[in-house]
């Protein structure tokens, strides 16, 4: 199975700062990825696919890159709502499996 | 709309059983390949099942195989999940998703809660 290491598990940041998170694969998966932003008690609303595609709606703040093994989401300027939860996921092969989630928090 | 409605959850015994069911609406059930992912309270998401658009390929979590079953009823918009040899680290939401394959699922449902417990 293929296991995905996303880091960091939380983050403090605040608002108009540049983040990053990352996620790496524990073996290649090509650009088979996908970031997920999660607010309590919500379901996971879908940022990025293919690594670097932006989901229709979301916005152009949110940007993804890697290929290979290592894979970031960025949030170039942060605003008061991107404060949530984010998770990576890869679907390159069965079983799919996720990172364990990076908390965004407001310092 | 592009809706997915999940139900079914509540209290079950360790052991026991349970069946959970994802309505869709507002797009072609049958064109899209189906998951369920699951939640533990206070943890992350970890995926338990994807189901192909006619049922033929099915692939689980290690966590679950054996003891669950997913399929689908493509007449009814519906997808389902039978959950069997239920254990106290299978209390979790439930969430039902869309995939557009090749991509990763695109909408969810709003999840329903499972609690195994005595």
């Known amino acids: 199975d293929i296991q995905m290491t996303q880091s960091p598990s939380s983050l403090s940041a605040s608002v108009g700062d540049r983040v990053t998170i990352t996620c790496r694969a524990s073996q290649g998966i090509k650009n088979d990825l996908g970031w997920y932003q999660q607010n309590p008690g919500k379901a996971p609303k879908r940022l990025i696919f293919?690594?670097?595609s932006l989901q229709s709606g979301v916005p152009s703040r949110f940007s993804g890159s890697g290929f290979g093994t290592e894979f970031t989401l960025t949030i170039s300027s942060l605003q008061p709502e991107d404060f949530a939860t984010y998770y990576c996921l890869q679907y390159n092969s069965f079983p799919h499996t996720f990172g364990q989630g990076t908390k965004l928090e407001i310092k | 709309e592009v809706e997915l409605v999940e139900s079914g959850g509540g209290l079950v015994q360790p052991g026991g059983s349970r069946r959970l069911s994802c309505e869709a609406s507002?797009?072609?059930?049958?064109?899209?390949?189906m998951s369920w992912v699951r939640q533990a309270p206070g943890k992350g998401l970890e995926w338990v099942s994807y189901?192909?658009?006619?049922?033929?390929?099915?692939f689980y979590a290690d966590s679950v195989k054996g003891r669950f079953t997913v399929s689908r009823d493509n007449a009814k918009n519906s997808l389902y999940l039978q959950m069997n040899s239920l254990r106290a680290d299978d209390t979790a939401v439930y969430y039902c998703?869309?995939?557009?394959?090749?991509?990763?699922?695109?909408?969810w449902g709003q999840g329903t809660t499972v609690t195994v417990s005595s």
């Open positions: 998703a869309r995939v557009p394959a090749p991509s990763p699922p695109d909408v």
């Open positions: 293919a690594a670097s």
């Open positions: 189901i192909s658009r006619g049922g033929s390929d099915i």
């Open positions: 507002g797009f072609t059930f049958s064109s899209y390949e």
